[in-house]
């Protein structure tokens, strides 16, 4: 089991109910939501109470976004500088110095993974994506310098659509290959800002690739973040660990959670995580689906569940944001549970899994539940494509 | 007359099978202008050598054997340029030097650096150049290897049992590494440049295409190697300055370990058109040696298919991980 809380503004008691559920095994702390001194406080008092691996993403790449959401990182963080452009990466000397600012920030307080810096790539062969490479290679060569400092992971922030070419993808695939360096640590910037488990198949067949070929077949650690539902098939092609949050822009990454803009919108529903239906729905829907009566085929079978099945129905229970996000930890955790196999029999299972939750989300349609565009099971026919053309092209 | 298989060979056996792709590669003007010379000549030159004995001529070379203080080693002439003349004390800025020396120097140097215990010695002569009767020549030499080259064996003899090609690819391995270690591919590994000791140990030979990645090309931008055991990515031009590391050697070090389990290339047959052989190099999955030799180990079936992956990511990123692969079915 291996999935990181990935931290982020208003973390409140929602770590250490994650650790304390064993449903977490670690924390990617965010630099943006969290001030240094108080960081550094909460680093003390994970450490001095729970096992779990302590990782920090620098959010280095905020420093390119503009106009950037960057909270304090400009006050706090002295590797992060607002407003970079292309220019400020023309030169060794400089990217040098910003490599060995954000990696001694990260040995100076023992994290379990040091995090390279790294701008967003919207390709592999793009301007930015030399840069990520440049940034990505001092790194490895500034930590080789160093003694006794923990793991490297360089750290990848790929935009959705860099994933659409295989030829591409095999090239930088064997630039990754080539470096000397524990592991990856891997983001997917999202197209849609929508919360949805849907991914574009032939992308996720391509990211799947992506991590099998690093984690399986070349014996990286790859951690991938902000990945939610998908952690689980990018688990089972062989990821070490995935990371996902309490609010919908910590379980996806969003361009625009970084970008500055009005403060306003609705306060977020509440939902259930249903590992059967491979999703996190609605839980007006979770009573439909009750009244319709099919609750027992559709409950995740963790801990928390006894809170829905204790009352006398989901809406009149005792269901709140803070237990739907422990509770979609747990869910998560659950499935993650059966992943610890070879990649061809995870992805076997998992296509198992796929189809009969799409079956039942075929049996609660026509008992007439209604569910909303993003939670409706269509993400199920994107994932079996996906998977079924990873297992062709990885020749599993 | 000693059988050929039984002595130091440095061989282009490709040509000697009528290998078509190999000829381009190779220098024709170099092999017309192999050095002539006699058992007398090169006794004379080297002065210490005693027993000197023809061994044979390769594309740039002519191979003889002699006996420099109780040991013996082989000896390696090459012509190069009449006009070109060596000016050790020279101070002004010559010109930069042919390409037969270029790849002698590396071969020496290469032989000269590498740790390892399979990647065949410099003797005890370096780089030396001479001119004996109008002819202008390098010389150098190397350990003189007791056994055979793997492709005389596999004409001799067959194909290699598993453990055996286990054992090669494990010390290949080692002198891929070991060159790694430096900076520098090999590019012709095949099985004319691999030597089986008689002690059962197997020998890396003619590091004279060893190319340094951050040095200068040797090749000019032009394929140099034996075309058959090219790595996909080395057919990709725009690929080489940049691209191309250990992993390319690890590929021809699978097509050889393919060969010697089977007898047979994964990519070529004799009568394949040039078209049809960069088409199998780079598209076709090559049959799993299980399925040509009856009771092939499964294991280094996978083992042997994994390092003919397409694209170096999908072959083993460090030296070690693949020593351990075999390592780990040693015996089985």
């Known amino acids: 089991m291996a999935i990181y809380v990935q931290h982020g503004h208003g973390k409140s008691d929602k770590i250490t109910n994650a650790l304390d559920d064993k449903s977490a095994s670690g924390v990617i702390f965010a630099a943006r939501n969290e001030k240094v001194d108080k960081l550094d406080r909460y680093i003390t008092t994970l450490r001095e109470n729970y096992e779990c691996d302590l990782l920090f993403d620098p959010q280095f790449y905020v420093s390119t976004l503009i106009p950037a959401n960057d909270r304090y990182l400009p006050d706090e963080y002295r590797y992060y500088e607002a407003g970079r452009t292309a220019k400020d990466f023309i030169g060794a000397r400089k990217i040098a110095s910003y490599v060995n600012d954000t990696i001694n920030f990260q040995t100076e307080r023992g994290f379990d993974r040091i995090m390279s810096p790294t701008v967003i790539a919207n390709g592999f062969s793009d301007r930015w994506s030399q840069i990520a490479l440049q940034l990505a290679d001092s790194s490895i060569e500034y930590h080789s310098s160093l003694t006794d400092a923990t793991p490297l992971l360089v750290s990848l922030v790929l935009s959705e659509g860099a994933l659409d070419s295989r030829s591409d993808l095999d090239a930088f695939l064997d630039i990754l290959t080539s470096w000397d360096v524990h592991g990856y640590y891997i983001t997917v910037v999202r197209d849609d800002a929508t919360y949805s488990q849907s991914f574009y198949e032939d992308r996720l067949a391509h990211l799947l690739y992506m991590v099998y070929i690093l984690a399986d077949r070349n014996e990286f650690e790859v951690v991938c973040g902000y990945s939610d539902f998908i952690g689980i098939p990018l688990r089972a092609a062989g990821a070490s660990a995935f990371a996902t949050g309490w609010y919908q822009s910590l379980r996806q990454f969003h361009q625009k959670a970084f970008l500055k803009r009005k403060n306003g919108g609705q306060p977020p529903r509440l939902r259930y995580s249903s590992s059967p239906l491979l999703n996190s729905i609605m839980l007006g829907e979770l009573e439909s689906i009750s009244d319709a009566g099919y609750l027992d085929q559709v409950l995740s079978d963790v801990d928390l569940d006894s809170i829905i099945t204790d009352a006398t129905s989901p809406e009149s229970s005792a269901w709140t944001s803070q237990i739907s996000d422990r509770h979609h930890w747990q869910t998560l955790a659950k499935l993650d549970q059966d992943l610890s196999g070879p990649v061809r029999r995870n992805i076997m299972g998992l296509i198992a899994d796929v189809r009969q939750a799409t079956g039942l989300y075929a049996t609660l349609k026509a008992a007439g539940v209604p569910f909303e565009r993003n939670t409706d099971g269509q993400h199920l026919f994107d994932w079996l494509a996906g998977l079924q053309t990873f297992i062709r092209i990885a020749a599993l | ?332």
């Open chain 2, 1 to 332: 007359m000693i059988a050929r298989h039984e002595l130091y060979c440095i061989t282009y056996p490709a040509i000697i099978q009528g290998h078509p792709f190999c000829i381009d590669f190779l220098d024709k003007e170099a092999m017309a202008n192999l050095p002539n010379l006699t058992v007398e000549q090169i006794e004379h030159v080297l002065g210490n050598v005693s027993g000197v004995r023809y061994i044979a001529r390769g594309g740039q070379k002519v191979v003889w054997s002699g006996v420099i203080d109780g040991t013996t080693y082989a000896i390696k002439f090459a012509s190069t340029p009449e006009e070109f003349t060596r000016e050790e004390d020279d101070d002004t800025e010559v010109e930069a030097d042919p390409e037969v020396i270029v790849r002698a120097s590396r071969e020496v140097e290469t032989m000269r650096d590498c740790a390892s215990p399979y990647m065949v010695k410099l003797g005890p002569i370096g780089l030396n150049f001479v001119e004996i009767e109008g002819q202008s020549l390098l010389y150098f030499t190397e350990e003189f290897i007791n056994g055979s080259d793997l492709r005389s064996l596999l004409e001799s003899d067959g194909p290699l049992a598993p453990d055996a090609i286990i054992d090669m690819g494990i010390q290949m391995t080692d002198a891929i590494k070991a060159l790694w270690e430096l900076g520098k591919i090999h590019r012709d590994i095949k099985p004319g440049n691999i030597m089986r000791r008689t002690s059962g140990d197997f020998v890396l030979l003619d590091a004279g295409l060893a190319f340094d990645v951050i040095g200068e090309s040797l090749s000019g931008g032009f394929l140099v190697g034996t075309r058959i055991y090219f790595s996909p990515e080395q057919f990709d031009y725009s690929n080489r300055r940049t691209g191309l590391d250990f992993r390319s050697d690890i590929f021809a070090l699978g097509v050889t370990m393919y060969e010697m389990a089977t007898g047979r290339h994964p990519f070529w047959n004799r009568g394949h058109s040039s078209q049809a052989f960069y088409s199998n190099v780079t598209s076709l999955a090559p049959e799993p040696p299980s399925s040509i030799v009856e009771g092939f180990p499964q294991d280094l079936d996978n083992i042997i298919i994994r390092m003919l992956g397409k694209s170096p990511h999908l072959r083993y990123r460090k030296c070690d991980h693949l020593t351990r692969a075999l390592e780990a079915i040693r015996g089985h």
